[in-house]
């Protein structure tokens, strides 16, 4: 027999009755029954139940072990009487009546219980991420993530891409977010960065004539952590194709995206539906409109409209002063509110204040008679025109966001949230994708009072030098997408921009110079000058597709080992000062200590 297991603590079963076998694992818990000791032994893929007979060394030894102790058990396997079966098991109809146990590893106190679901800070949870993982649920997420990673692996080979490995020490670009630097020794002075997306060796390596390329990427980032973004590293489902159009990137990809949900739909008995097939297409301006953000919950069946109009000359004089000024008015429906309270719609409005808005209008409505300073003041007749174009029933009532578009906007948004979580609207039992395409390619940016990139500036413009002759800069779109699930954004995307000339164009209205081109992204624009084909790709989050299917709410759940959101590893005691050493071998010294 094998010196530590002849089976795992979930393979066996009444078929197994009579055997001697072996089991290793760590002993879950423990229940004395009268004399009896009952073990639950916890390996990687199950749980068996061992018996202590009274008066048996064992039974003493293993009552002096702590929970979280390794132990090897040798016994026979007997079958379970009728009512002592855990149909929760799948070894539930045996136990194994333990003849020999060897501790292989005698745990000490532990800071934190393994068994059980009980939530613990985060300090204590990451320090000893080790004993955290042990945890059921946690080590289902990870297991799930394995299982994700691999499909949509397959997933990506049958759709033909090739996956390749791009360099982890690369130069420094401009991405948008801060670069995580490392020193070189050998050329003091001078930093490889780490990649923060593996985004121009993608390009050159269609450049170079690979028509389909993928990789699980890890991109390094320095900002700062949120429930769906982990600082300082995450991964990607990076990919790009050459010779495509946009709709050809959505044609390929979303096969692998539907596949891969549809296939842990169910995952622990979840039921959960996958949108079909295509994935809705959403202009940015429309999403920007009726969502008031550019990653849409399609769960959520609140739309927001403008109502500005209905407001010229209305006897409610703040909404009037404010469309009089060129600023707007939003409308979110609360549907079957008649019942709710003043309090429910006072509360919104201070939600909106705590939130750092001026506040979120409202008016009631209760068998089509309105209620509110809103309604009284704009008047019955006008307030049930502008219901019955919204498509509202005699007991749905409105909120309203006003101001400044951009502000405005926003608090729709958030208020469309909201109000549909407060309602329970959201389904779910749903993973809603959609595609949201034609983003404008510049902006003005109010702070440096000039046109600027809004979304990528590689991306091609939609009528290409053309477009960027004729058209103002502002009217200009892009081949720009985002993949969005759930009102997560799984992943940016565009069909690049790949002819030199263009690009320079397209940059010098962002305000930069030719030379700053060839400076900033010298490998790209160069590689560009020898020939390439029309390309485009995406990259959707790993973290992000695993946290949706897992069902959890913070991307640290389905990471193995997580930082906290100040990016530290407090487990190895990561970031730490050098040694005196270590900077003099980079020809570097720490001013943080010099200050210490």
């Not at 979280?68 to 009546?97: K, W």
């Not at 919950?297 to 409610?316: K, Q």
């Not at 209620?371 to 498509?391: C, F, Q, T, V, Y």
């Not at 959101?565 to 970031?575: F, R, S, V």
Request: charged content about 25%; proline content about 6%; hydrophobic content about 40%.
């Amino acid at each position: 027999m094998h010196a530590y297991r002849s089976h795992t603590c979930a393979a066996l079963t009444e078929a197994n009755t009579g055997e001697t076998v072996r089991l290793s694992g760590w002993i879950h818990r423990k229940r004395d029954h009268g004399g009896v000791l009952f073990v639950d032994l916890r390996d990687h893929y199950g749980i068996t139940q061992v018996v202590a007979k009274a008066g048996s060394d064992v039974l003493a030894l293993l009552d002096g072990l702590r929970t979280e102790s390794v132990v090897t058990v040798t016994g026979e396997v007997v079958a379970r009487g009728a009512e002592a079966t855990n149909p929760n098991l799948a070894t539930g109809a045996i136990e194994v009546v333990a003849d020999t146990v060897v501790v292989q590893s005698e745990a000490h106190e532990l800071p934190m219980p393994v068994f059980g679901e009980a939530e613990y800070p985060e300090d204590i949870r990451l320090k000893y991420r080790f004993l955290d993982l042990r945890r059921e649920k946690l080590h289902a997420n990870i297991m799930l993530r394995s299982s994700v990673i691999a499909s949509i692996r397959r997933r990506m080979v049958e759709q033909g891409f090739t996956e390749f490995q791009t360099p982890i020490l690369t130069a420094s670009s401009p991405e948008g977010a801060r670069d995580y630097l490392v020193p070189s020794r050998v050329h003091p002075g001078k930093f490889y960065a780490l990649p923060q997306a593996p985004q121009m060796f993608k390009q050159l390596l269609m450049v170079a004539g690979f028509d389909r390329y993928f990789q699980i990427a890890p991109c390094f980032r320095d900002e700062d952590a949120r429930a769906d973004r982990s600082p300082g590293e995450f991964y990607q489902l990076d990919f790009e194709m050459s010779y495509v159009t946009q709709e050809d990137v959505f044609q390929a990809i979303e096969p692998v995206l539907h596949g891969v949900f549809e296939e842990f739909a169910n995952w622990q008995g979840k039921g959960r539906t996958v949108s079909p097939l295509p994935f809705k297409r959403i202009p940015y301006r429309e999403s920007m409109l009726k969502y008031g953000n550019d990653k849409p919950d399609l769960r959520n069946p609140l739309l927001i409209s403008d109502v500005s109009e209905r407001f010229v000359g209305s006897g409610f004089g703040r909404f009037a002063s404010i469309v009089e000024a060129g600023d707007v008015v939003r409308a979110i429906p609360a549907p079957g509110t008649a019942d709710r309270s003043r309090k429910f719609f006072d509360d919104m409005n201070a939600w909106a204040q705590s939130e750092g808005f001026a506040g979120l209008g409202y008016a009631t409505r209760k068998q089509g008679e309105w209620g509110g300073p809103i309604a009284k003041n704009h008047g019955e007749e006008r307030m049930s025109a502008m219901a019955d174009a919204l498509g509202l029933g005699p007991d749905d009532g409105l909120f309203f966001a006003a101001g400044k578009e951009a502000q405005a906007t926003k608090l729709a948004g958030l208020a469309r949230t909201r109000v549909a979580e407060q309602l329970s609207l959201i389904d779910a039992s749903r993973f809603e994708f959609c595609w949201i395409v034609d983003f404008p390619m510049f902006e003005y940016d109010e702070e440096t009072k000039k046109v600027d990139f809004s979304h990528n500036p590689f991306s091609m413009p939609q009528g290409e030098m053309e477009a960027l002759e004729t058209k103002d800069p502002l009217d200009i779109l892009a081949y720009q997408y985002d993949i969005v699930c759930n009102g997560i954004e799984l992943s940016s995307g565009a069909i690049r921009n790949h002819r030199p000339e263009i690009m320079y164009k397209a940059f010098e209205i962002a305000g930069y110079t030719q030379a700053d081109v060839d400076t900033n992204f010298a490998g790209m624009i160069n590689a560009f000058k020898f020939g390439a084909p029309p390309h485009g790709g995406s990259a959707p989050g790993i973290d992000r597709i695993v946290m949706l299917l897992a069902d959890q709410p913070n991307i640290r759940e389905v990471i193995v080992f997580p930082m906290t959101q100040k990016a530290e590893d407090l487990m190895m005691g990561a970031p730490n000062f050098a040694t005196p050493r270590q900077l003099k071998e980079l020809n570097l010294r720490s001013t943080a200590e010099v200050k210490g």
